[in-house]
């Protein structure tokens, strides 16, 4: 599917993919796009970087790892600081790890990025919970039109917390749960409100993606096949 929808957009290249931790839903597809198109750079933490060194063959992220290396792909773990510039007017910037931070997870070790196009700015959180909701709002300074709820919209990522540090105009929960937690919703459609916004559940509304310019954006719905 994420094949398609790239070819649908006439790419044949990828510069590079973002991958938040070493759970499989979160890198599962990376090996069927090497396949597919040209991919420069693979970007990580660096625990799921000693992850896919460490890796036997037999584990999900050994393949993964032997995926990487027979597609040349280069691999490079990143941190707090790290910075890529997105076309003439975009970056992209990580905002967790921090590097020498231990944690308890990988959930809460996840890659935290921030998207931003003139003043549109754009959270992808991965799955960090409590330790990596405090962190990152203890360090960064909030505020984003556009967010993905960590974790698939876990009630353990503190929701309000973070829905009051981040205050999003559009929110989107990338989940397989027919609806979300009833008090997460409740948290997140209270935040968006206040900025005339909307929730969107993957499981719902089906692919949902934001053409963003140095004006705005405007949030595109695919239903449900």
Avoid at 15 to 41: M, P, Q, T, W
Avoid at 86 to 108: K, T, Y
Wanted: net charge neutral; with cysteine.
């Amino acid at each position: 599917m994420i094949a398609d929808v790239l070819w649908q957009r006439g790419h044949s290249r990828l510069s590079g993919i973002y991958v938040s931790h070493a759970d499989l839903d979160h890198f599962n597809a990376v090996k069927y796009l090497a396949e597919r198109f040209r991919i420069s750079i693979f970007r990580t933490t660096p625990r799921m970087h000693r992850q896919l060194r460490q890796a036997a063959n037999t584990m999900a992220v050994g393949v993964l790892w032997a995926e990487l290396d027979r597609h040349q792909i280069d691999v490079q773990a990143v941190t707090v600081g790290d910075k890529w510039s997105i076309g003439l007017a975009g970056d992209i910037s990580v905002l967790s790890p921090q590097r020498g931070e231990r944690h308890e997870s990988d959930n809460e070790a996840s890659l935290v990025l921030k998207l931003q196009f003139g003043n549109q700015r754009v959270l992808l959180p991965g799955d960090i919970e409590e330790q990596g909701v405090q962190r990152l709002i203890a360090r960064e300074h909030g505020g984003f039109e556009i967010m993905m709820l960590p974790h698939h919209g876990s009630q353990h990522s503190l929701p309000l917390q973070m829905a009051n540090w981040s205050n999003p105009q559009v929110a989107v929960a990338s989940t397989g749960h027919s609806k979300l937690p009833r008090q997460v919703r409740q948290i997140y459609d209270a935040a968006v409100a206040r900025r005339g916004g909307t929730v969107y559940v993957t499981s719902q509304q089906g692919m949902v993606s934001c053409q963003i310019d140095l004006d705005g954006f405007t949030t595109i719905v695919a239903a449900v096949p």
